[in-house]
């Protein structure tokens, strides 16, 4: 494999970073309009520098060639005083990519590639995601998990149990503070172009 090759994977996969964090920016934007929406920050991958590993593509896995981590979707915590307008929040979040993406943008990122973790705001509990589906109950598979949609749009996952990594980077991602407004753009968060 030519080197010309690792280094275009390993700029795909910087520019999908960012790509996510742009779209961290547009959503969280969308979503503090909503008084209930207390805190936002991003979590998981998109929150924290790349590293190298041995991605999935065949011709790279062969090899042993270790290129950027490459992020798949966005996570989002969400730390909501009501779940009353759960619905409303999925519709905002949506509305924001679609219209980002007609207006160019850079970001072409889907709402089933957003994952909205619903956090509790006095005990940073996790109460489950919000739903990706424009109705609730929308009569999917993923509907039929015991207590799914008990709250409209609050998604559950069968075997899902979070552990103590998953709030681990909020303090350094957080993007918005109800009673601080926001904090930060999710472009400022590190990156593995830092180290470079």
């Known amino acids: 494999m030519q080197h010309s090759e690792i280094e275009d994977q390993n700029r795909r996969m910087l520019a999908r970073q960012r790509e996510f964090r742009l779209a961290a920016d547009v959503v969280t934007d969308a979503l503090v309009e909503f008084a209930e929406v207390q805190a936002v920050a991003v979590i998981g991958s998109v929150a924290k520098p790349l590293w190298k590993e041995v991605p999935r593509f065949r011709e790279f896995r062969a090899e042993r060639i270790k290129i950027w981590h490459e ?46 973790f619903l956090i509790e705001p006095a005990s940073d509990r996790y109460l489950g995601r919000l739903c990706s589906f424009s109705e609730c109950p929308k009569g999917k598979l993923p509907c039929l998990v015991p207590g799914c949609g008990t709250i409209p749009f609050n998604r559950r996952f069968p075997e899902f149990v979070p552990d103590e990594t998953l709030l681990a980077p909020v303090g350094d991602a957080m993007l918005y503070r109800g009673n601080e407004g926001r904090l930060r753009s999710a472009l400022d968060l590190p990156s593995a172009d830092d180290a470079s």
């Open 71 to 116: 992020c798949s979707d966005l996570d989002l915590a969400l730390w909501v005083g009501s779940q009353e307008r759960l619905g409303q929040l999925r519709r905002a979040a949506v509305i924001a990519l679609r219209k980002a993406f007609e207006f160019g943008a850079e970001i072409s990122v889907v709402s089933h590639q957003l994952d909205i």
